[in-house]
T-cell receptor, first 114, second 110 residues
Framework: DTAVSQTPKYLVTQMGNDKSIKCEQN?????MYWYKQDSKKFLKIMFS???????INETVPNRFSPKSPDKAHLNLHINSLELGDSAVYFC?????????????FGSGTRLTVV | QKEVEQNSGPLSVPEGAIASLNCTYS??????FFWYRQYSGKSPELIMS????GDKEDGRFTAQLNKASQYVSLLIRDSQPSDSATYLC??????????FGKGTRLSVIA
């Protein structure tokens, strides 16, 4: 059973298109995140949700819109894709009151904008 | 701006040797410290977490924390070729999201 699953694994699309990435966790965690990993492997926080409420929104263009229908799901919709959006996007989850457990990451979505 | 600094490497060690990976952080209020391993094309996986000054051992891995020096390290004893990966240091304060370093690439030579 996959703990944190992301779909799709690969996404190739043209500039200007709109795309979505989905994330689901079956760990019973209450907090979920989107991280972006660039070509130099730098993982940067984008959004943080706790019990489907947005609690952290880092400096991310408003073309990126996360949605959490429930605490087990966190989706990311990206409008008007740009070349610079090409990266690997990771979903992660944790229990807010159990920081010692760290985060569990999904397998990532490699987005390529051409 | 909270920062986590790591030497990008590559750090090359012979098989069986001790690999030493280092990390410094800028936020003196940081409370939780983590080491993640990331193989090429894969997602980060948690190796160790540490909260108190001193050493914490788990199998071949030892994490060391010195809050006064704002320094955390990871030692890998008896390094194996399968340990070759990028090692990411991450810190946070309370419930804030983890801040990651850029990672150190480790290469264990057989």
């Amino acid at each position: 059973d996959t703990a944190v699953s992301q779909t799709p694994k690969y996404l190739v699309t043209q500039m200007g298109n709109d795309k979505s990435i989905k994330c689901e966790q079956n760990l019973g965690h209450d907090t979920m995140y989107w991280y972006k990993q660039d070509s130099k492997k730098f993982l940067k926080i984008m959004f943080s949700y706790n019990n489907k409420e947005l609690i952290i929104n880092e400096t991310v263009p408003n073309r990126f819109s996360p949605k959490s229908p429930d605490k087990a799901h966190l989706n990311l919709h990206i409008n008007s894709l740009e070349l610079g959006d090409s990266a690997v996007y990771f979903c992660a989850s944790t229990l807010r009151d159990r920081p010692i457990y760290g985060y569990t990451f999904g397998s990532g979505t490699r987005l390529t904008v051409v | 701006q909270k920062e986590v600094e790591q030497n990008s490497g590559p750090l090359s060690v012979p098989e069986g040797a001790i690999a030493s990976l280092n990390c410094t952080y800028s936020d003196r209020g940081s409370q939780s410290f983590f080491w993640y391993r990331q193989y090429s094309g894969k997602s980060p996986e948690l190796i160790m977490s540490i909260y108190s000054n001193g050493d914490k051992e788990d199998g071949r891995f030892t994490a060391q924390l010195n809050k006064a020096s704002q320094y955390v390290s990871l030692l890998i004893r008896d390094s194996q070729p399968s340990d070759s990966a990028t090692y990411l240091c991450a810190v946070n304060r309370g419930n804030t999201p983890l801040v990651f370093g850029k990672g150190t690439r480790l290469s264990v030579i057989a």
